[in-house]
């Protein structure tokens, strides 16, 4: 049995869960989040808490999982989530142009990434990016997505990147032998 899977999840309020067998529906301020889970694990809600038991015993590995997956709608629909990337490098910077965000990234091309009705990117000045929504892996995956653009580069830390993130630098070239 997981430690995780044990826990019950809180529900906040203003956020409204809909149980209908494997079937989970998440209504809160910031939207509506479904999603379907296996028959192994079982999905029931008392005392405004949802809890998640296993119905398999062999299927102890999808107990946890699908407890930090709503708890992740619960979370997402009520706060909502966001990812920081930052721009480094001379010449670098992005824009945004109504709903696009256009990255100079030392390219013969702007590259262009659009809002989506997932994933909204926010710029609060030329060389931060802001990716919210109420989708955990779907703000993670824009995310990624722009960072893989231009992953930085070991020698100056050059490119995208995200907030916080340590760079493994690497010494340069020798200036000569002895």
């Known amino acids: 049995m997981s430690r995780i899977g044990k826990n019950p999840i809180t529900i906040p309020q203003g956020v409204e869960v809909k149980i209908d067998g494997t079937k989970v529906t998440v209504t809160g ?3 509506t989040l479904t999603s379907e889970f ?3 694990v079982s999905i029931t809600m ?6 998640v038991t296993l119905v398999d015993v062999k299927a102890g590995n999808i107990h946890g999982l699908t407890r930090t997956l709503i708890s992740n709608m619960v979370i997402g629909v009520s706060d909502g989530f966001s990812k920081t990337l930052e721009i480094n490098g001379v010449g670098y910077k992005a824009i945004k142009q109504g709903n696009k965000v256009v990255l100079s990234l030392g390219f013969s091309h702007p590259v262009e990434f659009s809002d989506t009705e997932d994933a909204t990117l926010e710029l609060p000045n030329a060389t931060t990016i802001i990716v ?6 779907i703000v ?3 995310a990624a997505n722009i960072r893989k653009t231009r ?8 490119g995208v990147k995200y907030a916080g993130e340590r760079i493994i630098r690497k010494e340069g070239k020798a200036s000569g032998k002895k």
């Open 140 to 142: 993670g995956q824009v």
């Open 46 to 51: 008392e005392d405004n808490k949802i809890l």
């Open 29 to 31: 301020p910031k939207g």
């Open 38 to 40: 296996l028959k192994s």
């Open 151 to 158: 992953p930085p580069e070991p020698y100056k830390g050059k």
């Open 132 to 137: 919210k929504g109420i989708n955990k892996q």
